[in-house]
């Protein structure tokens, strides 16, 4: 049975993190496929209200996934238009994958806030549980509240040693003009640039 990998998030902009946490996945995770869902409002962050366009959002998406083998981007939940629960994006992915087991990739807040998710058993009966610790500090809390979930579906716990980075602090430092080009994929630099986005 193929594995389908399910990566959301704003992805404001997406960066070298993103794309090294996908090919870590891909690998511990044994997937056969990558699908990039950029949120269109996400539920832990409606009060947000400088987020750059889906249109946006989503070219960049697609710039960095060009580059990437057995990755795609869906946008489903931008042409939703509505808050982005991931349960329903899931069971849009099972009638996209019928035959396939879908992962849930997320970070470690993610796993540990996964209990107000909503309707976050079903999200863990729609797809497995992929969850990325990026610090060696947190493996203990993973595993114990990957033991807690367990009972609810499969969890798996993997290790990303990419540098931190956040969105948000890309954000700030293109705000200030400053060179983030080691942080972001080629194409996307060329098209924030190109759109002038992020500078005001």
């Given at each position: 049975?193929?594995?389908i990998?399910?990566?959301g998030?704003?992805?404001?902009?997406?960066?070298?993190?993103h794309?090294?946490l996908?090919?870590?996945?891909?690998?511990?995770?044994?997937?056969d496929?990558i699908?990039?869902?950029?949120a269109?409002?996400?539920?832990f962050?409606q009060d947000?209200?400088d987020v750059?366009?889906?249109?946006h959002?989503?070219?960049?998406?697609r710039?960095?996934?060009?580059?990437?083998e057995?990755v795609?981007?869906?946008?489903?939940?931008?042409?939703?238009?509505?808050?982005s629960?991931?349960?329903?994006?899931?069971?849009?992915m099972?009638?996209?994958?019928?035959d396939?087991q879908?992962v849930?990739?997320?970070g470690s807040?993610g796993?540990m806030?996964?209990?107000?998710w909503?309707c976050?058993q079903?999200i863990?009966?729609?797809?497995e549980?992929g969850c990325?610790?990026?610090?060696?500090?947190?493996?203990?809390?993973?595993?114990?509240k990957a033991e807690i979930?367990?009972?609810?579906?499969?969890?798996?716990?993997?290790s990303?040693?990419a540098?931190?980075m956040s969105?948000?602090?890309i954000r700030?430092?293109?705000?200030?003009?400053?060179?983030?080009?080691?942080?972001?994929?080629?194409?996307?630099?060329?098209?924030?640039v190109?759109?002038?986005?992020y500078?005001?």
């Amino acid at each position: 049975m193929k594995r389908i990998g399910i990566y959301g998030g704003s992805f404001d902009p997406v960066h070298n993190g993103h794309i090294h946490l996908a090919k870590t996945a891909m690998e511990g995770l044994s997937l056969d496929e990558i699908v990039f869902v950029p949120a269109n409002i996400s539920p832990f962050k409606q009060d947000r209200i400088d987020v750059t366009s889906g249109e946006h959002r989503l070219a960049m998406l697609r710039l960095a996934a060009e580059d990437m083998e057995n990755v795609t981007v869906s946008g489903y939940e931008l042409n939703a238009q509505s808050v982005s629960y991931t349960v329903y994006t899931l069971r849009h992915m099972k009638e996209v994958y019928p035959d396939c087991q879908l992962v849930l990739l997320m970070g470690s807040d993610g796993l540990m806030s996964l209990e107000r998710w909503f309707c976050w058993q079903e999200i863990m009966s729609l797809a497995e549980i992929g969850c990325v610790s990026r610090n060696g500090d947190d493996g203990d809390k993973l595993r114990k509240k990957a033991e807690i979930l367990s009972k609810f579906g499969m969890v798996h716990i993997f290790s990303d040693n990419a540098l931190p980075m956040s969105s948000t602090e890309i954000r700030s430092a293109l705000k200030k003009n400053e060179d983030c080009s080691c942080y972001l994929p080629e194409k996307v630099v060329e098209y924030i640039v190109r759109h002038h986005l992020y500078n005001r």
